[in-house]
């Protein structure tokens, strides 16, 4: 802009000797005035401005020479006004490469670089204001969910209604089949009307449920899964009470669920199918029925593998025997694999391994007493493709992650 105005200032002192043309490829009309220098108000010099032609009108008089000292200019206006028309440009008198002053119809291209670069930093510090002030704003808050948005959760992704006996066996109250009883004998109300029918579908988290005269909680518990190294002694059951259960194994846990799970009622933990009392090693504890009942039905088809201490000498003739099968309540049964294991120092007597499927009630053992051997120790190591871990302890159990889960065919 400081340019722009030296310009202007070279150029009014200049006037007296400046010939203002403006090039157009129309016929030009040519208006001839006077005008006063700024430098002299005495001299005064007749410049030839030329315009743009001015729309077709009858045929105009003559410009007469407008003199700045007469106070004729009433009569010379109108006339100056019919000529120009409608279009008026202002001139802009630049200083060329050359250092001559000349002028052109646009401004020159470094004023309009410099209003541009101008007008983009304001809006960069304006924006980098907002910024600021946005950053500052204490967070507020967060808004309620209208209906519209709570519906669609409900409807898309809250849990759907489950049966009866379902809820309850889940909350801890009692086995599926306790929970059945307590239902027909009329000790469980739901929204303040006494339900016997197992099945009805309910949501706890809208429905108000009573057993025997207290609240069912709201909030269901986590899914617990847990992989126990079960002890010879045990029972997988919490029935009995005159023989120990595995159930006892997991005191602990359960006693340490409310500080790990605030707010959440404990798990009612129950075993993935059974070993024996004698058998010892892996098997699945949790809460969740729907994956018990994948891992343990034989539609899964899971592999599970079993080392047999045998007393005595194993000759070919027991593998051959084994291998061929044996009856179990009915159904012929082969195992998928049969493997004499190489003797160990520590270890005196023979080791079988040996790989079933089917998982029928003391099948393994109905094949080994079939082929004429003694049966000294059980283990199983194996479900599936999770092995039980060599360092577990016996009595004690390890949480399974989701590659464990995968590995035993959990598909949800």
Not at 94 to 119: C, F, I, W, Y
Not at 189 to 204: A, I, L, M
Not at 366 to 373: I, M, P, Q, S
Request: proline content about 7%; glycine content about 6%.
């Amino acid at each position: 802009m400081a340019a722009i105005a030296a310009a202007v200032a070279a150029a009014t002192s200049a006037f007296t000797s400046l010939h203002l043309t403006r090039a157009t490829p129309y016929t030009r009309r040519h208006i001839r005035t006077l005008v006063t220098s700024s430098v002299s108000s005495s001299s005064s010099t007749e410049f030839n401005i030329t315009f743009a032609p001015p729309k077709p009108k009858a045929k105009p008089e003559p410009a007469l020479p407008i003199n700045p000292k007469s106070n004729s200019n009433s009569t010379s206006e109108p006339n100056l006004d019919n000529e120009l028309g409608d279009q008026l440009y202002i001139p802009w008198i630049v200083r060329d490469e050359k250092g001559n002053l000349t002028l052109q119809s646009a401004p020159p291209a470094r004023l309009l670089h410099e209003m541009a670069n101008a007008s983009t930093s304001q809006k960069k510090k304006k924006g980098k204001e907002i910024a600021s002030k946005a950053a500052r704003v204490v967070p507020t808050a967060e808004p309620k969910h209208s209906k519209a948005a709570r519906r669609f959760y409900n409807e898309n992704f809250r849990d759907p209604p489950q049966r009866l006996s379902k809820i309850l066996a889940a909350s801890g109250v009692a086995s599926r089949r306790s929970s059945e009883e307590l239902i027909f004998e009329g000790r469980v109300t739901v929204n303040g009307s006494v339900c016997k029918t197992p099945q009805t579908k309910v949501d706890p988290a809208r429905d108000v449920i009573y057993v025997n005269g207290n609240r069912l909680p709201k909030k269901l518990p986590s899914k617990v899964y847990l992989a126990l190294n079960k002890p010879k002694g045990y029972i997988c059951s919490s029935g009995e009470k005159e023989t120990k259960s595995v159930m006892s194994l997991f005191d602990d846990f359960i006693k340490s669920w409310d500080k790990r799970h605030p707010g959440e009622p404990k798990p009612r933990l129950f075993t993935v199918g059974r070993l024996d009392v004698a058998t010892t090693g892996l098997i699945i504890v949790t809460n969740d029925g729907e994956f018990a009942h994948q891992i343990s039905h034989p539609s899964s088809n899971l592999s599970k593998e079993y080392i047999a201490t045998i007393d005595g000498e194993v000759h070919k003739r027991h593998l051959i025997a084994i291998s061929e099968g044996t009856v179990i309540e009915g159904v012929h049964c082969t195992p998928d694999n049969v493997e004499l294991l190489p003797r160990q120092s520590d270890l005196p007597r023979h080791r079988l391994r040996i790989v079933v499927h089917e998982g029928r009630n003391h099948e393994v053992r109905e094949l080994v007493k079939n082929a004429g051997l003694q049966l000294r120790a059980l283990k199983r190591i194996r479900i599936g493709g999770f092995r039980l871990p060599a360092d577990l302890a016996l009595g004690k159990h390890v949480e399974l992650n989701q590659a464990n889960l995968k590995a035993l065919g959990w598909k949800s």
